[in-house]
């Protein structure tokens, strides 16, 4: 019933930015959650930040300050804009979306993920 697309990972050098899109499409679509996740290599996925409906956000400590979460209602699209990267922000990062077309059909939506590298 939804879908999700993401886009705008990549290389970068420490301390560059980068900021990534998830678009959510469907009809009749109702968004309570849009946010992120991430996967670093050899460890499990963990969440990074988050906007609820009422415009709540949340961050997870090791990204407060350098990462925003935004989203624009109009086009179902959350934005993770991600400054002064470090190698350790490496990952994959996942898309999440908890939707549907009303409150009791609500469900979780994954994104396929999308690489980010920071490496000199």
């Known amino acids: 019933q939804v879908q999700l697309v993401e886009s705008g990972g990549g290389l970068v050098q420490p301390g560059g930015s980068l900021r990534l899109s998830c678009a959510a499409s469907g009809s009749g679509l109702i968004i309570a959650y849009m946010g992120w996740h991430r996967q670093a290599p050899g460890k499990q996925r963990e969440p990074v930040a988050n906007?609820?409906?009422?415009?709540?956000?949340n961050y997870a400590d090791s990204v407060k300050g350098r990462f925003t979460v935004s989203r624009d209602n109009a086009k179902n699209t959350v934005y993770l804009q991600m400054n002064t990267l470090k190698p350790e922000d490496t990952a994959v990062y996942y898309c999440?979306?908890?939707?549907?077309?009303?409150?009791?059909?609500?469900?979780?939506?994954w994104g396929q993920g999308t690489q980010v590298t920071v490496s000199s």
């Open positions: 999440n979306v908890r939707a549907g077309t009303d409150a009791w059909s609500m469900r979780d939506y």
């Open positions: 906007m609820v409906s009422g415009g709540y956000t």
